[in-house]
């Protein structure tokens, strides 16, 4: 299995970007895929995660009501929509996949899931 982020880049404060995460080897019945991001001397956290059928999404209060996750199945590949984004937003980007979790309980907690991606790097300037 490999997740693969892109989609990261350097963007001022009230943009947007898109982050994609292509996920090769996945048996997208039974895993639920989320965002975590670690911004410089801060700990993992969850932004978002969504279910293996797309149905269920959770986001973070950091970001809710400015990002939206979504997934094409068909395509195994999970996005994030990034919007109003503030100099807080800064930090790796990773793409997880975790195998029958909800997705409240993979993003409120930065366990060790089973597959992590490289991570990609958003950086948002005041």
């Known amino acids: 299995v490999q997740l693969q982020a892109s989609g990261g880049g350097l963007v001022q404060a009230g943009g947007s970007l898109r982050l994609s995460c292509a996920a090769s080897?996945?048996?997208?019945?039974?895993?639920?895929i989320g965002w975590f991001r670690q911004a410089p001397g801060k700990g993992r956290e969850g932004v978002s995660c969504?279910?293996?059928?797309?149905?269920?999404?959770y986001y973070s209060d950091a970001v809710n009501g400015r990002f939206t996750i979504s997934r094409d199945v068909a395509k195994n590949t999970v996005s994030l929509d990034m919007n109003s984004l503030k100099p807080e937003d800064t930090a790796v980007y990773y793409c997880?996949?975790?195998?029958?979790?909800?997705?409240?309980?993979?993003?409120?907690?930065?366990?060790?899931?089973?597959?992590w991606g490289p991570g990609t790097l958003v950086t948002v300037s005041s």
């Open positions: 080897g996945l048996p997208t019945d039974d895993y639920t």
């Open positions: 997880v996949a975790e195998r029958l979790i909800a997705v409240a309980t993979m993003c409120s907690d930065a366990y060790d899931y089973e597959f």
């Open positions: 969504i279910s293996s059928r797309g149905g269920t999404k």
